[in-house]
Structure formats: C-alpha cells, structure tokens
C-alpha cells in the first residue's frame, strides 16, 4: 500500500528466529464478514455524485450507488460500485474505471 486508505493483506506467523509456522499452528480467530465496495468518488455536493452515478450508469457499470454519511457534521456523498466478491473482480473493476477516466477509484469496507 502506498497511500492512506485500506488494502487486502496476506498475514503469516513466525517464531522467535523467523521461521514461518504452519497454518495450524495459529489459532484462527473468529471470521468476520466485512462486504468489499469500489468507491469511485466522494463528494461534498449531492449533484456531483448523481453525475458520476449517471456517468457509471451509461457506462454499463455496476451496480452502483450513492451512500451518504455524516463527515465532521456534514454530508458526504459516496459513490460505490458492488458489492465486490473478490480481489480480482476489485482489480477488474478499477481497470474499468480507468477506462472511463476515474483514476482514483479506492477500496471501501464495510
């Protein structure tokens, strides 16, 4: 990861020296099911987001929505595609923002 914001990990146990342990040495903790999103923009104004939904929209790509949360006391409009089953349906999905000119697209969990 290069900038602030959240990314899929891979993590391995090691022992004192370093060596890695076996998957079943570690014992698992409990799952939790978070639903992965790609968030295409935020925005303060409410019409700024119902363009890029629009814009996502005749592009073919979604499904695509707009979540709006409270931010520091004022509204913030998220626009998100998904939710995403996979890292590589995430991948595939920001390559087609891309596309369409959203360079900034980021992952979103929920």
């Known amino acids: 990861m290069i900038r602030d914001g959240t990314a899929l990990v891979e993590v391995r146990s090691v022992d004192a020296q370093g060596a890695a342990l076996?998957?079943?040495a570690?014992?698992?903790a409990p799952a939790r099911?978070?639903?992965l999103y790609v968030q295409a923009g935020?925005?303060?104004d409410a019409a700024n987001s119902e363009r890029l939904l629009q814009k996502l929209r005749s592009a073919g790509i979604g499904p695509?929505?707009?979540r709006n949360d409270q931010v520091g006391g004022k509204s913030l409009y998220r626009v998100r595609v998904g939710p995403?089953?996979?890292v590589a349906e995430f991948d595939?999905?920001?390559q087609e923002l891309k596309g369409i000119g959203i360079d900034d697209a980021r992952?979103?969990?929920d």
Do not use: H, Y
């Open 22 to 24: 076996p998957p079943s």
């Open 26 to 28: 570690v014992p698992a």
């Open 33 to 35: 099911v978070d639903t």
């Open 42 to 44: 935020a925005f303060a």
């Open 64 to 66: 695509a929505f707009v």
């Open 84 to 86: 995403v089953p996979s």
């Open 92 to 94: 595939r999905l920001v």
């Open 107 to 109: 992952l979103a969990v």
